[in-house]
């Protein structure tokens, strides 16, 4: 998660709270009240739906008044969905894609102490992946039983490989693994004939280029 986690209170304007979302590079603020006690949640989104739009016949100056009179309390989300500092990563991103949002308060009572957002996950996904590490990047389907991962992993050593990285998806059916593996110290002709006694099919592999 980020922290320290940058909030606004209730009675900021919309437009000061948008002014600092631009400023700090981040698309959500959780609100809190003067205790620190999380009491909504407010999104650029949020913040530029409220703006008037280019077609209003209002002056700039009668614009930047209205702006400057709306309060972040009456845009805010208040039903907020949060998460506590020891909630698994992946159920994290479940709540996220299921309720279709791009950040979660992370909340220790009613106080919040850091907030994990969609930027946070993309992270994550790069170093399960390895992406910036050099090596081969293979992806196949295995037969979904509990020995195949570690022979394939035993041949990879065999022949000197060191694993980067290593995920599991669902393949295309009941029956099989899709598996996403990075390899370095082989190169991709000898890791192939490594693997193919263990796999039912080598989807993809390539050796991506860095720089």
Do not use: W
């Not at 620190?36 to 999104?43: F, N």
């Not at 009456?74 to 992946?90: G, S």
């Not at 393949?171 to 996403?180: A, H, L, P, Q, Y």
């Amino acid at each position: 998660m980020s922290r320290p986690v940058i909030s606004v209170q209730p009675e900021m304007s919309m437009q000061d709270a948008l002014n600092l979302m631009r400023e700090e590079h981040v698309r959500r603020f959780p609100v809190v009240d003067k205790h620190g006690r999380l009491v909504g949640i407010v999104s650029e989104k949020d913040l530029l739906n409220a703006s008037p739009s280019d077609a209003t016949s209002l002056s700039v100056y009668e614009v930047n008044y209205l702006l400057y009179k709306i309060t972040v309390d009456k845009i805010m989300t208040r039903n907020v969905i949060t998460i506590t500092e020891d909630t698994p990563l992946e159920e994290a991103a479940r709540i996220m894609a299921d309720n279709k949002i791009g950040g979660l308060p992370v909340v220790r009572g009613d106080m919040v102490i850091g907030i994990i957002t969609e930027t946070d996950l993309f992270k994550i996904f790069l170093e399960l992946l390895g992406a910036r590490e050099s090596g081969v990047r293979l992806a196949a389907l295995i037969p979904n039983e509990p020995e195949e991962l570690s022979q394939l992993t035993k041949a990879i050593f065999n022949i000197g490989g060191h694993v980067i990285a290593l995920g599991t998806f669902l393949g295309d059916s009941s029956e099989n693994r899709e598996i996403c593996i990075k390899v370095s110290g082989v190169d991709a002709q000898l890791l192939e004939d490594a693997v193919k006694p263990y796999v039912e099919k080598i989807v993809d592999m390539r050796e991506p280029k860095f720089g």
